[in-house]
C-alpha cells in the first residue's frame, strides 16, 4: 500500500560527531521520570524509552561532562511532559485557569526552590530536584538564563492555549513568533554552556549575535520538527497546536501536503540562513564562543538525527501517558 503522506526529504549538511554518551544518558532519564512518578506503569516507561529524549540530549552534547547533560536530558524529558500534558493536548478540565495556576506555581519553585515546601505534584516536584542540582553546575547567570527562558515558554504555552480556546489558526507571522519559544529550543540551549563546563560571559550571551544564532537555530529545529513529525501531527486529532504545514495550508488555502513541501523549503532556507551565520560569527569569535556555536549545531545535527530513533513521530505508535 502506498503511504499517503510523503514527508519531504530536508536539507542538514553540518557535520556529525561522535556521541559516546547518548545510550547512558537515555537510561537515567527513564529512571529519573519514574522516580518522580512522571509516567507510571511499565507500558509507560517503555513508550518513553521508544521516544529517546535521553538519546537526543546525550547526542546534542556529545563533547559535554556526563552529568550536566544528565540533568539537561531530564529537564528536555520534563518539557516534554508538560508541553504534551498542558500545551499540545489539554484536557478540556485543565484549560485556561488550572494551567495558569500550575504555571504560577512552577515558577515560584523555580525562583525559591529551597525555600518553599516539597512540592506534593509530580511536575513541581521534579522541576525543584533540577534547579537544585543545577546549582552544582551553574553559575547564578546561567540559572537566571534557564529561568528565564522557561518563563518566556510558559507564556507562550499559555497564548497556544488560548489560541486553541478560540478555534484561531494562527498567520505564519504569529506561528513563527509563537513556535520559537513554544519549541523549547531556548530553554535547552541555555545548557550548551553548562553542560561543557564552561561559561559564555553575559555580554555575549545577551549580544546580537548570539541571540541572532539562538534564534536562527531554534526557526531549523522547530521547522524540521513540523516536517519530520508531520505524521504524528497529520494523525493525532487531540493535538491543539497548529503545525507549520497546517498554517501554510490555511495561509494559502492549498492542501497539507503542499503546505507541507512549502514548509520543508522554509526548512532548507533557513539551515542555509544559520550555516552563513554560524561562520560570519565564527569569523571573529574567541574560543568560548566558538565553542557555543559548534554546540549549536551540535543540536541540530543531533535533533535532525533523533528522527531516525524515536517513536515518538510514527503515526500509528502509542503516546506516552503522562501524569
Not at 506534593?120 to 534547579?131: I, N, Q
Not at 545548557?191 to 536562527?216: I, K, M, S
Request: aromatic residues 8%.
Amino acid at each position: 500500500m502506498s503511504d499517503p503522506l510523503h514527508v519531504p526529504a530536508l536539507h542538514c549538511p553540518i557535520p556529525r560527531p561522535a556521541r559516546p554518551h547518548a545510550d547512558v544518558v537515555e537510561k537515567e532519564v527513564v529512571a529519573w521520570m519514574t522516580r518522580f512518578g512522571l509516567v507510571r506503569g511499565a507500558a509507560a516507561r517503555e513508550r518513553l524509552a521508544g521516544i529517546r529524549i535521553g538519546w537526543l540530549t546525550g547526542a546534542a552534547h556529545a563533547d559535554g561532562l556526563l552529568e550536566p547533560t544528565v540533568l539537561a536530558a531530564q529537564l528536555t524529558a520534563w518539557l516534554t511532559a508538560f508541553d504534551d500534558r498542558y500545551a499540545d493536548s489539554v484536557a478540556p478540565e485543565d484549560r485556561g485557569l488550572p494551567t495558569a495556576r500550575l504555571v504560577l506555581r512552577l515558577r515560584a519553585v523555580m525562583e525559591e526552590p529551597d525555600l518553599l515546601p516539597t512540592p506534593t505534584d509530580p511536575y513541581g516536584a521534579s522541576l525543584r530536584d533540577l534547579f537544585l542540582r543545577l546549582r552544582g553546575w551553574a553559575g547564578p547567570e546561567q540559572i537566571m538564563r534557564v529561568s528565564t527562558s522557561m518563563t518566556e515558554y510558559f507564556m507562550s504555552a499559555l497564548c497556544q492555549v488560548a489560541y486553541s480556546l478560540t478555534g484561531h489558526t494562527p498567520t505564519f507571522e504569529e506561528y513563527v513568533r509563537l513556535r520559537r519559544y513554544t519549541g523549547i529550543c531556548h530553554i535547552v540551549f541555555t545548557f550548551v554552556d553548562v553542560a561543557r563546563g564552561f561559561e559564555l560571559p553575559g555580554a555575549q550571551w545577551a549580544g546580537p549575535a548570539v541571540r541572532a544564532l539562538n534564534t536562527a537555530a531554534a526557526d531549523v529545529i522547530d521547522y524540521a520538527n513540523d516536517v519530520l513529525g508531520s505524521r504524528k501531527e497529520h494523525t493525532h486529532d487531540d493535538d491543539l497546536v497548529h503545525s507549520l504545514p497546517l498554517v501554510l495550508a490555511h495561509q494559502h488555502s492549498c492542501s497539507y501536503a503542499e503546505g507541507l513541501r512549502r514548509a520543508a523549503d522554509i526548512h532548507d532556507e533557513a539551515v542555509r540562513s544559520f550555516m552563513a551565520l554560524a561562520e560570519q560569527v565564527r569569523r571573529d569569535a574567541g574560543p568560548l564562543l566558538a565553542r557555543y556555536v559548534s554546540g549549536l549545531e551540535a543540536w541540530i545535527t543531533a535533533h535532525f538525527d533523533w528522527y531516525g530513533v524515536t517513536d515518538r513521530y510514527r503515526s500509528h505508535a502509542e503516546q506516552v501517558r503522562w501524569a
